[in-house]
């Protein structure tokens, strides 16, 4: 029986993709999960293009929220603020949703009630809608906190990500400064009060197109140091929250955090001219490092203190190789 089914909220953010919001609206109605359990929420942050006519057109199917542009933070807040379903699923307005996925999604809560969140993986595919080359993640079906601070874990982004609402409570409003990783601050901070689970495969489709904000990182210096400010808040928010349990990341997946703030500091001061401070960042992502890994890293990393363009070439064409993928995950394990 329908009602017998949780209502399930989606919330969709969205800025100035117009193009694409009407797509992503569609996928979720029409969704096999019975329609009077979906309710589907749409935040406009501060659109200047014709995203406000595009969310009109659907009346009464859509709960329109309107708000000044406050980036990624404010525009789930907002969602999440207005949603009423017992689950709370994410959607970027440029992704779109396979017809099942609240099905799945729900079913998965079902029969795991422990679960505080699930996610799924999403097929990424280019402009032409084609599906990109790559491998699906492997991640565990269940992971806790202590597999997150023994890391690395592997999560999925804001389209493949669902709440129930009492853990967003607990969780609280995502700090404001995020303007994009908002996604990472609810599922790293949901674990704190219940474990995540996982759908081992894709449920959505995410677009990769020039306009998306974490695409192209390394190659644009302006994201970039946004990126390490929003890195910088991500981590002072979890570190509050670990001295609240008492608990910490393991040396290893410490030194690989680091290691991760180090390579983008790296890049940043090479864009900038300052080749000294690439180089510290260089030797200090070394030693953040141990075993075969740090050599493997240290000496690509030498390709992007003689020129960055020249790394990245060097790492597309090593991620098309499987082989040298599998090589790098050996090193890693050392």
């Known amino acids: 029986m329908a009602e017998d089914k949780p209502l399930v909220s989606a919330v969709i953010n969205n800025h100035n993709y117009a193009r694409f919001l009407g797509q992503a609206v569609e996928s979720v109605l029409g969704q096999t999960y019975p329609k009077e359990r979906v309710e589907l929420v749409v935040v406009d942050d501060g659109s200047t293009d014709g995203s406000r006519r595009v969310i009109e057109s659907f009346s009464a199917r859509v709960k329109p929220v309107y708000q000044e542009r406050g980036g990624q933070a404010a525009a789930i807040n907002a969602g999440v603020a207005a949603a009423s379903g017992e689950l709370v699923c994410l959607l970027d307005s440029d992704d779109w949703w396979r017809p099942d996925k609240l099905e799945r999604v729900a079913e998965r809560f079902r029969a795991e009630p422990g679960l505080g969140a699930v996610q799924h993986w999403c097929q990424e595919v280019g402009p032409d809608l084609r599906p990109l080359p790559g491998r699906l993640p492997q991640a565990p079906a269940v992971l806790r906190l202590e597999d997150f601070l023994a890391g690395p874990a592997l999560f999925t982004g804001t389209t493949g990500l669902c709440f129930r609402r ?61 990126h390490l400010r929003v890195r910088a808040l991500l981590d002072a928010e979890l570190d509050r929250r670990l001295r609240e349990r008492g608990a910490a990341f393991a040396e290893r997946e410490l030194r690989r955090r680091r290691a991760e703030v180090l390579q983008e500091e790296l890049f940043l001061s090479r864009y900038r001219g300052d080749l000294s401070g690439a180089w510290r960042s260089w030797n200090a992502l070394g030693r953040s490092l141990g075993g075969g890994y740090r050599l493997f890293k240290q000496a690509s990393l030498l390709l992007a203190l003689a020129s960055p363009a020249l790394y990245l070439a060097g790492f597309g064409l090593y991620a098309r190789c499987q082989g040298l993928v599998s090589a790098r995950r050996r090193l890693l394990k050392d």
């Open 166 to 226: 009492d853990i967003l409570r607990q969780v609280g409003p995502i700090p404001a400064g995020l303007t994009f990783c908002a996604d990472e601050y609810l599922y790293t901070h949901a674990l704190f009060f219940a474990p995540l689970g996982t759908v081992a495969e894709p449920l959505a489709w995410r677009r990769v197109h020039g306009a998306n904000l974490y695409a192209g990182l390394y190659r644009d210096p302006v994201r970039l140091a946004e």
